[in-house]
């Protein structure tokens, strides 16, 4: 029998509610009955609404202990850094002659590909910059003849350039197809490589590009069938590409699987490798830092204390801050962003699973009013979410303010009370059994997913201009924050749909779909995929139309939905971490990685994180 636990807002132990038996709970020592009425709402009997009975969704309890892992950073890498730091340098200028004197394009395209998935891209913005854009400059000439019989340095070429935001034509895949227009399948004997290329270059594609379409379609299948005839380090890649392709994946944890692949190649070149792990280690220090200071604010703040109904995830929120802006150089923001995501998922279990509909709608006033003693009229805990949202913005807008001089709290609350009011159309058509179309409900879940929210304190914490024109189409939310917003939303159902359902909540997408069309589940998952797979070609002409926001911008809306994916990717991560989504962590921020001048660093400081 599946049951649900509803909780008393005073302090009696928890009535056991199921769908066939409502028992009878205790409130201040006297008896009172519960009844379940058709649309799921409880009365209760002699309680006040402040007594009514509250949901619990059963989320697990945090998993990391805050003393311990500030007492783990303590560590004695910033001594082992100031050390290499010569090093550091030298590997530095080796690999940057390397980027301007490779004069052989595929040697030169490869090179770009290694530096940037092993991580160090934010150290070679302007060379890497530089060989693209005469890459783009020179391909119809003497090089042309070359890139049309090599399928890999075609794909690699148009993968790179399409990540960058530059222009190129998916019209130059035509040479590797037949008289018919399809790909020829003398590919498949001869270069798996350039397969696999291909597979990755086809997830950069716009609507309407066919030949992309065709082209993951034509590998993805083959590539499969031919993997028992690979060189096993070749099967590795393409296993790993097949369960995510490489536009998909959040670049610090594939650094850091790149890393381990790129040792055992046989083209690796030892100055990257070196330079790779001394910079995977330097970012990962500073990220411990930062780690640190946010255990300090959360701990400081006592939101995660005062409201023990909601998911205590801040080791969680800060690998989505890093996720989304990882480069050490940005630490501001990843901070922000960290506090951003702790209040977004406060909230989203008021909404979704504490708060009753009047005191959602209190709160949601609230916001809209935005006021620094805006919380007067709400319930106490409500106070208590309020006032951490409230002075967590006017402390990051007071400090944007001493910086740039304009005044970003007007910004801030348009993006907190667009969420919140988002969230209240779902809890309304929870508490009133309503059953959305899914037009209707992706209108209103792309923005209740929170993705806005935390673009917008990307954009306000980004170094570039805040122009009035470039805030006005920050605020209407352009293609790119829908778009990262819609990815994230369908990930998230995938994930969480099942999980829902079971305490009662409203129907995802995949219900609406099965209602609307009459599929079965599995189906309605199936077309999930096809409009994550839009989506993401709505994001990739973003990110090559991103005026008048930022490449920083842009790069940032593509890390989100990426990020998405590894949240998502093998179930609900955020919602009920398991231990992959534990080693993630710890792989990121606190186990360095070892080379042969690293010999003084004294074991992993995931020893010292309660298991």
């Not at 590997?91 to 004197?101: F, G, M, P, T």
């Not at 806005?452 to 939310?477: I, W």
């Not at 998502?568 to 398991?578: L, T």
Request: aromatic share 10%; with cysteine.
């Amino acid at each position: 029998m599946t049951s649900y636990s509803y909780l008393l807002s005073s302090s009696c132990p928890p009535a056991l509610i199921s769908k066939k038996n409502v028992p009878f709970s205790a409130v201040n020592g006297s008896v009172v009955a519960c009844e379940l009425n058709n649309n799921r709402k409880f009365t209760i009997a002699g309680v006040s609404p402040e007594q009514q009975i509250r949901r619990s969704a059963h989320y697990q309890p945090n998993q990391w202990d805050y003393i311990y892992t500030i007492k783990s950073l303590d560590s004695d890498y910033d001594k082992v850094k100031a050390r290499t730091s010569i090093l550091f340098a030298k590997l530095k200028e080796e690999v940057r002659s390397l980027i301007k004197q490779e004069n052989n394009l595929v040697a030169r395209l490869e090179l770009i590909d290694d530096v940037e998935r092993l991580g160090l891209g934010h150290h070679f913005e302007e060379e890497i910059n530089d060989a693209l854009i005469t890459s783009i400059s020179t391909k119809n000439d003497n090089i042309s003849e070359v890139m049309k019989q090599n399928l890999h340095a075609i794909a690699l070429f148009f993968r790179l350039l399409r990540q960058h935001g530059l222009h190129v034509s998916q019209d130059v895949f035509s040479h590797f197809k037949d008289e018919k227009g399809s790909f020829r399948a003398s590919l498949l004997e001869k270069d798996l490589q350039g397969m696999l290329s291909l597979y990755e270059a086809s997830f950069l594609g716009f609507d309407g590009e066919e030949t992309l379409e065709e082209a993951r379609y034509f590998t993805s299948e083959h590539l499969v069938n031919l993997i028992p005839c690979m060189h096993p380090h070749l099967k590795d890649k393409v296993e790993h590409s097949l369960e995510l392709p490489l536009h998909w994946r959040t670049p610090r944890l594939e650094a850091r699987w790149y890393i381990d692949q790129y040792e055992r190649s046989d083209k690796m070149n030892p100055s990257l490798l070196k330079l790779a792990k001394l910079d995977f280690n330097q970012v990962q220090s500073t990220h411990q830092m930062e780690l640190k200071k946010m255990i300090d604010w959360w701990k400081n703040l006592g939101l995660g204390e005062k409201t023990g109904f909601a998911r205590d995830r801040l080791f969680e929120c800060f690998f989505c801050a890093a996720g989304v802006v990882f480069d050490p150089q940005h630490g501001f923001c990843r901070e922000e962003l960290t506090k951003a995501s702790t209040l977004i998922t406060t909230l989203d279990d008021v909404y979704d699973v504490y708060g009753s509909l009047n005191e959602l709608q209190l709160f949601t006033k609230a916001v809209e009013k935005w006021e620094r003693d805006g919380s007067e009229d709400l319930p106490e805990y409500m106070k208590i979410c309020y006032n951490s949202l409230y002075i967590t913005a006017e402390e990051l807008a007071n400090r944007l303010q001493r910086l740039e001089g304009w005044d970003a709290m007007p910004y801030i609350g348009k993006a907190w009370s667009d969420l919140c009011k988002a969230f209240l159309i779902e809890a309304d058509w929870h508490h009133s059994g309503y059953k959305p179309s899914l037009e209707e409900y992706l209108n209103n879940g792309w923005s209740s997913v929170s993705g806005h929210v935390v673009m917008v304190y990307v954009f306000l914490l980004s170094e570039q201009g805040k122009t009035k024109e470039a805030l006005e189409r920050l605020m209407n939310y352009p293609n790119l924050i829908r778009s990262s917003s819609m990815i994230f939303r369908l990930c998230n159902d995938l994930a969480t749909s099942a999980a829902e359902l079971e305490r009662g909540d409203t129907q995802t997408s995949i219900q609406c779909y099965m209602t609307e069309h009459n599929i079965t589940e599995a189906e309605a998952r199936e077309e999930i995929w096809n409009l994550i797979s839009r989506s993401w070609k709505d994001l990739n002409e973003g990110l090559a139309n991103c005026s008048p926001l930022s490449l920083f911008f842009s790069n940032a809306a593509v890390n989100l939905s990426r990020l998405i994916h590894c949240i998502y990717q093998h179930g609900d991560s955020h919602g009920a971490p398991d231990q992959e989504k534990k080693n993630q962590i710890k792989s990121l921020f606190f186990e360095p990685l070892k080379f042969e001048e690293d010999t003084s660093l004294h074991g992993r400081l995931s020893e010292y994180i309660i298991q």
